[in-house]
């Protein structure tokens, strides 16, 4: 910006003035005027200004040794997975904490030090620039691109065809290396794998979607088993065998007004009452519908004088079981589970969006963001009493997606 400030000085004047002379110049010919300055320890040997530069220096010494801790224990740590129970298993569960820990502590302490010296060593000061209405003076432009311009051919880039091709390819690779490991994040959600309790992959999919194969489900509920700790002369352990973390619901589990969260359970995987094997390990299946996305389904057994009261769905009118009625529990706003059903009201929660569904009406919203009604899974009783799925769902589960219709 040009100002009026004298920028016709001789070589000799220049020479003669000082360094803060200078830099004071420096400032006015960018239109710059200190206000206000005044050194922190203007004294020579302040104890003051000794004990700053320790403050700065502990925190500079902190940083730098958690920086080598880091490193050390990215390099030495003993972090391949353990199972619980496995020697070593407490020294991989800590492996991430140490590395966030003192990364944390680097960086943290760095910041302090940085701030610290900012504010003990660097001296106070008000500056003031003046500013100026519209486009910088045609002199200011012209000399600024001419600049710009004299630095690209200076530089001698423009006639480096080799160096100019190669420094445009790294910028590109710089890009896609920083880009590239987001690419694992993708994922094709029409590839579909072999039906298990995920689905097969596919968004109209889920654990339930094992009935379309004739594989017999039953409603279960979670009971929280874990593994069981052992000890024998050999060594201890942990084991699954024997044990059962979902179990078969009947109609009289539920009280009137009651709601139990399910997962699909395949007949050849239930390990309970009269199909109890002590010799079978059916966990790890069991875990795998517990964490299918798409299974929980809210099995509500309403009160008799409610469920007079209900207005079936076109199409579903037989998918309720006497007072029982299976809702999913993947809320149709954006999947959070409706884990919450008031009898009094009758009235199904989900708490993420405050979205309500009329359990009376087929689950359909009545009140927030929700747009759809909650898929209803068909439900009936099998020969010896236990809940079993009478199909699967007729339409997708959770939010919406391209694809469906309804
Ligand atoms: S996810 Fe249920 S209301 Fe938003």
Known sequence: MSNDVNKNYTDKELASMSQSELAQLGTELDGVTVAFRKERFPLENDPAERRAARG?????????LSGIAFLAVYLFWPWRYKALGEDGHLWHTL??????????????????????YVKKFVPEEISV?????????????????????????TSTLGRRTTIKGLLGAAGVLFGLVVVAPLGGAVKNPWRAHELD??????????GWT??????????????????????????????TQGLSRLVRVRPEDLAAGGMETVFPLAEEHVNDGDKFNPEADVYEEHMHSIHGPRNP???????????????????????????????????????CPTSLYEAQTQRILCPCHQSQFDALQYAKPVFGPAARALPQLPLTV???GYFVAAGNFIEPLGPAFWERKS
Request: proline share 2%; net charge negative; glycine share 8%.
């Open 129 to 153: 620039q003046r500013r100026h209405d519209g486009p910088s003076d045609e002199i200011d432009r012209r000399t600024v691109t001419a600049l710009l311009n004299d630095a690209w051919s």
């Open 56 to 64: 700065v220096a502990t925190w500079l010494t902190i940083s730098v």
């Open 297 to 335: 389904v809210m099995l509500i057994r309403l009160r008799s004088s409610d469920a007079e009261r209900v207005i079936e769905r076109q199409g579903q009118e037989d998918f309720h079981y006497g007072d029982y009625y299976a809702y999913s529990k993947i809320c149709t706003h954006i999947g």
């Open 95 to 116: 492996f991430t904490p140490m590395l966030g820990l003192l990364s944390m502590v680097t960086v943290l302490s760095l910041g302090i030090a940085v701030l610290q």
């Open 210 to 239: 094992l009935h379309e194969k004739g594989v017999k489900l039953y409603l279960a509920r979670d009971i929280g088993t874990t593994a069981d700790y052992h000890e024998s002369p050999t060594g201890s352990h942990y084991t």
């Open 382 to 384: 099998d020969e010896e």
């Open 197 to 206: 309790y995920h689905g097969d992959g596919t968004l109209w999919t889920s």
